[in-house]
């Protein structure tokens, strides 16, 4: 009988049936094939307890079925996450371990063992240690790293055996530069079990496309250069770019023509990207009017579809004005209509201010056969009046001058008795 080798740390991540642990895993038979080859079939480990005969499996072949006693299990029921810039990760953890002695025949005390975790991540070539933990010890231990923190402990207490345990990660608020593969360590008194997972961090486009709305041309003329932006997004690999005329002269989606080329991509803080899109458009018909251009974008953080934003063509000549063409004139005119109306309010009680608070200053002389009495007084509004009995010599009778506005000197006849 040939040689036999089982791989039981292979796609622990395609368990069939989970419990408290897994009781199908499904892995790789190796076998030797002689001439220094070997033959690599599927094979599934069951975990169970008893003696029953294992259930029938008609993809596997009986004869080469194997009785293994799994000490320790190591598994995960997420081992490629993929999570959003700033999100929390949390890595699943579960390990088991059924002791191969009796309970008679076991040195240890009752109950699980004391154990020990580690979380390393291994990105680009370099890695580190993130977290290290060992329940029920009192041993030191580094600080964890980047915030992060494990739910180590055993799930439960049974004094013989089997126990379960748990030592999922906790990542808070993921970056760009946190993805890569995370190694899980479990060390028990002798026994030591690993496992891997793959964190994927992505970040979802934002696409823009301008000139926004509408893009005007005239019939023979090419429209101007479309640019798409593709905004923050993470990883720059798997990024697709897509120009497409919609409702063009055959009525439906097909690959706009032109010239197109992308920029370079340019990096953010944040470990995120970005770069545009540039379409020249061919020169246009009349045929094309009311057409759509839009931008296609696909990345792995986006649906099956992408995401995409698109401008009307308009061409010159082939459109009347619409109602909203209508509706912005009326409001256009009415806003001028206003302004203009207001203007003419302001400028003519501006000019009624300035009359009103004019001041006029009046020389009045006054002539006699032997006398000239120099005689000012100042008019300041309507109606301004001046008295006589400034010359004890002379009477005055009174004389008022109805008038708002004076340029020069005004000739006043003034009544004069001599008082002797």
């Not at 013989?160 to 899980?184: D, H, I, K, M, R």
């Not at 458009?281 to 992408?306: F, K, M």
């Not at 109606?383 to 004890?392: D, F, H, K, T």
């Not at 506005?405 to 001599?418: I, M, R």
Request: hydrophobic share 40%; net charge neutral; with cysteine.
């Amino acid at each position: 009988m040939k040689r036999l080798s089982l791989l039981l740390a292979v796609a622990l991540g395609l368990a069939t049936a989970v419990s408290a642990r897994p009781a199908v895993i499904e892995c790789w038979f190796v076998e030797d094939a002689g001439g220094g080859k070997l033959a690599k079939k599927p094979a599934a480990l069951l975990l169970r307890q008893g003696t029953e005969s294992p259930p029938p499996r008609p993809d596997l072949a009986p004869e080469r079925y194997l009785k293994v006693h799994a000490v320790l299990t190591v598994f995960t029921h997420t081992p490629t996450p993929r999570i959003q810039t700033g999100q929390d990760a949390l890595l699943d953890l579960s390990f088991a371990y059924m002791p191969l002695t009796s309970k008679a025949a076991t040195p240890l005390a009752p109950g699980p063992p004391p154990f020990g975790l580690e979380w390393r991540r291994q990105h680009l070539g370099k890695g580190h240690l993130l977290l290290a933990v060992t329940p029920g010890l009192n041993g030191q231990v580094p600080a964890a790293q980047e915030g992060s923190v494990a739910f180590a402990a055993w799930d439960d207490d049974e004094p013989w055996g089997p126990w379960t345990g748990n030592g999922t990660f906790w990542l808070p608020a993921v970056q760009p530069s946190q993805e890569g593969t995370y190694l899980a360590t479990v060390h028990l008194p002798y026994l030591q079990g690993q496992i891997t997972l793959e964190l994927a961090v992505q970040k979802t486009p934002t696409v823009t496309l301008t000139p926004a709305a509408l893009v005007w041309a005239a019939p023979g003329e090419a429209p101007p250069e479309l640019l798409c932006l593709v905004s923050h997004f993470y990883p720059s690999q798997g990024l697709e770019v897509e120009w497409e005329l919609r409702g063009g002269p055959e009525g439906r989606f097909q690959k706009a023509e032109g010239q197109r080329w992308l920029s370079a991509l340019r990096h953010h803080s944040d470990g995120s990207v970005s770069l545009y899109a540039h379409l020249q458009p061919p020169p246009v018909t009349s045929e094309q009017h009311g057409a759509r251009y839009a931008c296609r974008v696909h990345h792995p953080s986006l649906p099956a579809l992408g995401r995409s934003a698109e401008v009307t063509l308009q061409v010159a000549g082939f459109s009347g004005p619409s109602l909203e063409d209508g509706i912005g004139l009326f409001l256009s005119a009415f806003l001028l209509l206003g302004f203009l109306k207001a203007l003419s309010w302001a400028v003519a009680y501006l000019t009624t201010q300035n009359s009103m608070e004019k001041v006029t200053t009046l020389h009045l002389p006054l002539f006699f056969p032997s006398h000239f009495i120099p005689f000012p007084q100042l008019l300041t509004q309507e109606g301004g009046c001046w008295p006589g009995g400034q010359n004890p010599a002379l009477e005055f009778t009174q004389t008022c001058i109805k008038s708002c506005h004076f340029k020069q000197a005004t000739p006043v006849s003034l009544g004069v008795s001599p008082l002797f």
